[in-house]
């Protein structure tokens, strides 16, 4: 298996995972989506981000991507 494919095959099985929770939108009330999505708008504001290098480098540590 190619290194594009073993990451495919393993994105696909922990997204359905019983441990994933891909439902999290209909567990929200309207409100609490808002509030959360502003969370984000506000983390962005305040420079609250990592960079993408140092995303995929903490992904490659946790789930040897």
């Not at 594009?4 to 994105?11: A, E, G």
């Not at 305040?46 to 960079?51: T, Y």
């Not at 140092?54 to 992904?59: C, R």
């Amino acid at each position: 298996m190619t290194r594009t494919s073993k990451m495919f095959v393993r994105i696909d099985t922990e997204i359905n995972s019983p441990d994933c929770k891909p439902g999290m939108r209909e567990l929200l009330t309207e409100d609490d989506f808002n509030a959360e999505i502003n969370k984000g708008i506000s983390d962005l504001s305040n420079g609250n981000v990592i960079s993408v290098k140092s995303l995929l480098e903490k992904m490659n540590r946790e789930y040897g991507l």
